[in-house]
């Protein structure tokens, strides 16, 4: 027979049959070799030596049947002594696998039929020990679990961020992939043990090609992720810095608002009330001219409602700096000016803002930025889900 044809027949790829051992009616036993451009991949390394060839070793598998006869393959593997450690190994096959003399075809054709029978009866149909059935069945076992941990989908740029959901206060971690702004993975909770599940998920080789992860600045994502993604930077996204300053903002107009209910000043009331909260948290520059008159109106008459737009206007100067040195110089200088405001909300801010200082500076290496607006359709369709009661998947 032709042993380009059977070669073809075969379908192994870079393996070209170059004899037929023997042929019954039963059985087939065909020798086939490598391509010599197929290189050897170093079973214990994973690398190709150029040096250190020790010789070739045969291994015996069976393969699917053809037609009526069962096939043997004789492979030639290639042993090389491993310039890592100095010991000899074979070459590594991807259509084999450690421990068992079939190829991996077989295997998943073994691993079929045991789906939908018993052990005994699959090796009756293939006329295999059912111990040789077992193992083979376990070893596509353990390949699936092991696929199944790393399924978790793992990415190189990351946004982590916390959504409430239902009422009082349940959060959801949230994993996005920003450049595919794809939530990938989520799970109930805040804490870093809810975070160490992703990185856990995806593994210690995954943990370590992530380049950068943008965080809404919660220390316990921080904490987590520098555990396990070593490489990865850190970014306290633009999105949740101004976020933070809003919500310092918000806060001085309540306490503005409950003062003046106290005080009943009612002509503040009006201008403190929350119908009017969106104006406080709007880009000065998107402000219609009558909300522009109300806003000047009511920073002429409370001060610290004044001071905290100040202080938000000039926190913006941060991020028109040019580069990280004058940003960090702009963004000093504004702690040092919010620290004196006395607004409770400010100098909070200023203790959070000078520990995550490193972090809002690596905006200025990688302006990533949260998918939360553009993830938003996202997330919805996954609480949705989640809501139904699927499982994440
Ligand atoms: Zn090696």
Known sequence: MDLNTLTKLLNIADYKVVEIISMTDEEIHLRIEPYKKKEAVCSGCGEIHKEGYLGETEVVVEDLPMGERRVYLHIKKRRYICSKDGKSYVEKIDWLRKGIRVTYRFARHV????????????????????????????????????????????????????????????????????????????????????????????????????????????????????????????VFDKFHVIQKLNQAVDRVRKDELGRARKEENYELIELTNCKQRFILLKNKKNLSEKQQEYLEKLCQINEPIYKAMLLKESFLEVYSCKDEKSAEECLKSWISQAFKSSLTPFIELTYKFTEKMRYILNWFRKKISSAISEGFNNKIKRLKRMAYGYKSD
């Open 111 to 234: 691993n079929r039929l045991t789906a939908i029978t018993t052990n005994q009866e699959a090796g009756w149909y293939l006329g295999l020990d059912d111990e040789v059935i077992y193992r083979i069945d376990k070893k596509m076992l353990e390949e699936q679990a092991k696929e199944k941990l790393t399924s978790i989908p793992s990415a190189i740029h990351l946004s982590i961020d916390e959504v409430s959901y239902l009422k009082y206060h349940r959060y959801l971690t949230n994993v996005i992939d920003t450049d595919r702004k794809l939530v990938i993975w989520n799970e109930k909770g805040r804490k870093s043990e809810v975070l160490n599940k992703y990185y856990e998920g995806i593994g210690e080789e995954n943990c370590k090609k992530i380049d950068s992860v943008a965080i809404d600045g919660a220390k316990h994502y921080i904490s987590s992720t520098n555990k396990y993604a070593v490489n990865a930077l850190i």
